[in-house]
């Protein structure tokens, strides 16, 4: 099936047929300063990073390329594929890997990080390459691509490791694979018995929404629960070519979140947000996660303070309905994963009373319970049965007393301090 639009200004001796065809989108990506100059008032900024060499990739499918403003170097959808020269400067702050994702790999393409789900990296290719990529260190590279034995020996760890319980696929892109690949390992992870759910994290739909085929739908609607995370940033994505390929999903039966990149110039505003996401719940999409810009190499001007998401929160909790609101959180550099930030609510607390203050700056009361009788754990089947890996209890380990410290690793030394007398 294919959308039967026409194409847009540029591309009008394009037919509708070769316009709504994935495959004929991604062999006609534009990337060099001749593609661009045709129809965009490139600035010379622009000009410079198109014409650098190993810059991070730069392709862009002629749908995406047609939502750009010609004459807006502030455009939005420009400023996340378009690269300037910004992208060239040096940044102290910055790391190949932020997130070190190498050292959280048991085998290659496979972060596992978390306790009980890991991130299953089957492709490092793109339809669009993102001027903020958190993982430019090999996306885009086709010398890095991620084939058939990686995925034997990922399926093999995930196999042997029956602590995981949710797959991420990601990239790259997913769905860039053919279905009948992506389907291939659907089918093998759907066999293994300790994974409960499986979600794909794409852009495809935002930068390819032709990709969305019948035969892709009936491929994945195979697969329940499915479970697809968006990635959309600013509310001029959300064109009538997504919104189409959006509802094909969500007729499927496949549960649509949305994560953000909070991005200086192109949605670092409480309102484009707060247009984002009302538009995103009307296209039945949860949004699920905004992100604090990664502190990875050539993004670094893209960062806004963490203030800017706290504002962003504050401008949409209690104003607006709660299933619209992310959860704003900062992925920690050197691989501490995402911790939730939001404005504080909880003002003061005693044993009786919690003095909590709402959006309005309405403060007010709330009695404890006089009579509680704490839950025990041990008279609870399902604490009982729940154990969780000893090394990542973390700080609910310590409020189940199962640990009274968490120390840093050389805490015992600092704190053994020499007597004046020496003893
Ligand atoms: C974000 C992420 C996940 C998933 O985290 P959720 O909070 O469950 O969405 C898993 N693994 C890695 C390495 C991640 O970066």
Sequence with gaps: MGLEQTAPAPWREVSPGDWSNWKWQLANRLNTVADFDAFIDLTPSEKTALSVQGLFRVDIT??????????DPNCPIRRQVLPTEQELLQDPAVMVDSLNEESHSPVRGLVHRYPDRVLMLVTTQCASYCRFCTRSR?????????GQVDFEAQIDYIERTPQIRDVLLSGGDPLVLSDRVLGGLLERLNAIPHVEIVRINTRVPVFLPQRVTEELIATLRRFQPMWLNLHINHPKELTPELEAAIARLADAGIVLGCQSVLMAGVNDCPNVMLDLVHRLVRNRVRPYYLYQCDLVVGAAHFRTPVAKGVEIIEALRGHTSGYTIPTFVVDMPEGGGKVPVQPNYLISMSDERVVLRNYEGFISAYSQPADY???????????RAQARPGNQQGVFGLLRGRARSIRPADWETTHRRERPDGS
């Excluded at 002629?62 to 004459?71: Q, R, T, V």
């Excluded at 009788?373 to 604490?383: D, G, I």
């Design 62 to 71: 002629p749908y995406f390329a047609s939502l750009i403003d010609p004459h």
């Design 138 to 146: 090999i996306v885009g590279d086709p010398h890095e691509n991620f």
């Design 373 to 383: 009788r704490p839950h025990n754990p041990e008279e609870c089947a399902h604490c």
